[in-house]
């Protein structure tokens, strides 16, 4: 092979001419014959027997060449990237492939480079940094949560209220017929949880363990069901039990319960350090993200559109293989959005710009401030990695893409630089109103109404 020449053109793109030898070229075409002969027929011969030069003879010279070159393209483009040491992105095109009287094969591929990025300023970058705060409030959810997910259940002998949950054998009618679906025996319908249609629930609080009652509803207009769409009905209900939630107390027998601390003190210090944890971590992305905003405005890129393009469709491909891990089919999941797979990709393609611009200023900086990835860096990440997973740092590596974490890592090192030399300004003041002014505001607001 021989790569011939490189001419680059607008939008960071090249056209390459590489020369495929004969030699390599006829090795092409006895690896696509050998792949296809067994399909092939002709007469007089046993199917998949006939020579190479027969089956040529009969239909044409030419037969295999299109799938020898494909066969031979994907070499001749990464020997042509190896021996010019190109830095490519995206998947390249065959612009044209002509196979010469020498029975050598010329390729001319259309291939993105990496774009040419020029920065404006990265240091000394001026953003809000909100200070990051734990209310008591907060912890309070979180232990009433682990309340809620300890609690027991019991029989109440008394009328059912919000939050109970209420043992009913139920029949819907549409205008005194009964409907397909709209029967239950014995369903467990927790009060409050909106799990039946709007205003069902509500009307079971006070009903007490053996009243037969009715509710009366109205079908939702966006309901799944076509011919119950905004109709009234009835539902006949009879209430077997009605059964009260249980919460645990806050104390430190329950911190023993449902953790490792000894008091209910210590275990709400735990999740007061976990929550400003999770909250300096949003903290920091967030004022990352002003920042970076500020690098990627100030920078000049030439974006070829392939490179976007491409990069969203890894976004769906990505997702949809998330989506279908959860037993959904990625068809269903869009039109449940909606949308279709083009339209879908074609909205992904603005979050895909946003990426790459801000990879490519990361990348860039990391180039200008010698920032590099070393071994211990890998160890690092690797064990933080594992620990996550509960896996071994061995078997994290066998399902490790190590270029892709090690590009990971320098981006993270070149974002913590700029968070480095950055300026965190606090958060504004919220403006005070003087309570004349406020009056004073009112009043003339009041007075440009007109009259009634």
């Given at each position: 092979m021989e790569v011939k020449s490189i001419?680059?053109?607008?939008?960071?793109?090249?056209?390459?001419?590489?020369?495929?030898?004969?030699?390599?070229?006829?090795?092409?075409?006895?690896?696509?014959?050998?792949?296809?002969?067994?399909?092939?027929?002709?007469?007089?011969?046993?199917?998949?027997?006939?020579?190479?030069?027969?089956?040529?003879?009969?239909?044409?010279?030419s037969v295999f060449y299109e799938d020898a070159i494909n066969e031979v393209a994907p070499d001749a483009y990464f020997y042509s990237v190896k021996e010019k040491e190109l830095k490519?992105?995206?998947?390249?095109?065959?612009?044209?492939?002509?196979?010469?009287?020498?029975?050598?094969?010329?390729?001319?591929?259309?291939?993105?480079?990496?774009?040419?990025?020029?920065?404006?300023?990265?240091?000394?970058?001026?953003?809000?940094?909100?200070?990051?705060?734990?209310?008591?409030?907060?912890?309070?959810?979180?232990?009433?949560?682990?309340?809620?997910?300890?609690?027991?259940?019991?029989?109440?002998?008394?009328?059912?209220?919000?939050?109970?949950?209420?043992?009913?054998?139920?029949?819907?009618?549409?205008?005194?017929?009964?409907?397909?679906?709209?029967?239950?025996?014995k369903h467990d319908l927790e009060i409050g949880s909106n799990s039946f249609i709007p205003g069902f629930e509500i009307?079971?609080?006070?009903?007490?363990?053996?009243?037969?009652?009715?509710?009366?509803?109205?079908?939702?207009?966006?309901?799944?069901?076509?011919?119950?769409?905004?109709?009234?009905?009835?539902?006949?209900?009879?209430?077997?039990?009605?059964?009260?939630?249980?919460?645990?107390?806050?104390?430190?027998?329950?911190?023993?319960?449902?953790?490792?601390?000894?008091?209910?003190?210590?275990?709400?210090?735990?999740?007061e350090d976990k929550l400003i944890k999770q909250k300096e971590s949003k903290t920091r992305d967030d004022f990352l993200d002003l920042?970076?905003?500020?690098v990627v405005d100030g920078m000049k890129v030439d974006l070829n559109d392939a490179m976007v393009e491409q990069r969203a469709q890894q976004m769906v491909e990505d997702m949809a293989q998330r989506i279908q891990n959860q037993g959904i089919s990625f068809d269903t999941y869009l039109s449940w959005m909606g949308t279709n797979l083009a339209d879908f990709t074609k909205s992904q393609q603005v979050t895909a710009e946003k990426t790459i611009r801000q990879e490519l200023a990361l990348k860039k900086i990391a180039d200008l401030e010698g920032i590099t990835v070393g071994e211990e860096d890998k160890e690092k990440q690797l064990a933080k990695l594992a620990e996550q997973y509960g896996m071994d740092v061995d078997t994290i590596k066998n399902f490790m893409d190590t270029d892709m974490m090690e590009e990971s890592i320098l981006y993270t090192k070149a974002a913590d630089f700029i968070i480095e030399n950055a300026v965190a300004l606090p958060e504004p003041e919220p403006e005070k109103v003087e309570p004349a002014e406020a009056e004073a505001a009112a009043d003339a607001e009041t007075e440009e109404k007109p009259a009634e």
């Open positions: 001419e680059k053109k607008e939008k960071n793109s090249a056209e390459i001419t590489v020369s495929v030898s004969p030699e390599e070229f006829e090795a092409a075409l006895v690896k696509v014959f050998n792949k296809n002969r067994k399909s092939i027929q002709i007469p007089g011969f046993r199917k998949g027997k006939a020579p190479r030069k027969i089956v040529e003879a009969m239909y044409g010279e490519v992105v995206a998947n390249p095109s065959i612009e044209d492939a002509k196979v010469e009287d020498d029975k050598s094969l010329t390729l001319k591929f259309n291939a993105v480079l990496y774009p040419e990025v020029e920065l404006g300023q990265y240091k000394g970058l001026e953003a809000v940094r909100k200070a990051v705060k734990v209310d008591p409030a907060e912890i309070d959810m979180e232990v009433d949560q682990l309340r809620e997910r300890n609690a027991t259940v019991q029989t109440a002998e008394r009328p059912a209220k919000f939050g109970d949950t209420v043992v009913i054998d139920y029949e819907g009618f549409i205008d005194g017929v009964p409907f397909e679906g709209g029967k239950g025996e009307q079971l609080i006070g009903a007490s363990a053996g009243d037969d009652t009715e509710v009366n509803v109205t079908f939702p207009e966006d309901y799944h069901a076509e011919n119950l769409k905004g109709k009234p009905a009835v539902f006949k209900c009879h209430v077997h039990e009605v059964k009260e939630k249980l919460l645990p107390e806050a104390d430190d027998e329950f911190a023993k319960d449902v953790s490792e601390f000894d008091t209910l003190a210590d275990f709400r210090k735990n999740i920042l970076l905003a500020q």
